[in-house]
């Protein structure tokens, strides 16, 4: 059975940071693309940052370039969002999301709130 499990969110002040990890257990992460997801209140979800199974850059949503970094380590199966200078617009449900042709897997989310 495939699981993803978000930790790491909460309540931040503007200004401050946050780590989000996604640990997988019945997949192996080094052979999946990775990406982070968010849906804000009202509002659809969106790609925030993204990394290739083949170890490429990761792609960045505009908003969050220079202050979030994503990064995964296929030993621990786990992958991080590093977030920093948050933002009150980036509060939201944070996703992790594991993608191959014909697999799609989701994690049950990890709310952040940026707020004083």
């Known amino acids: 059975q495939v699981q993803l499990v978000e930790s790491g969110g909460g309540l931040v002040q503007p200004g401050g940071s946050l780590r989000l990890s996604c640990v997988g257990s019945?997949?192996?992460?080094?052979?999946?693309?990775m990406r982070w997801y968010r849906q804000a209140p009202g509002k659809g979800r969106e790609l925030v940052a993204g990394?290739?199974?083949?170890?490429?850059?990761?792609i960045y949503l505009d908003s969050v370039k220079g202050r979030f970094t994503m990064s995964r380590d296929n030993a621990k199966n786990t992958v991080y969002l590093q977030m920093n200078s948050l933002q009150a617009e980036d509060t939201a449900v944070y996703y992790c999301?594991?993608?191959?042709?014909?697999?799609?897997?989701w994690g049950q989310g990890t709310q952040v709130t940026v707020s004083s």
């Open positions: 999301n594991a993608r191959l042709p014909g697999y799609d897997y």
């Open positions: 990394l290739t199974s083949g170890g490429g850059a990761p």
């Open positions: 019945g997949v192996t992460f080094s052979n999946f693309a």
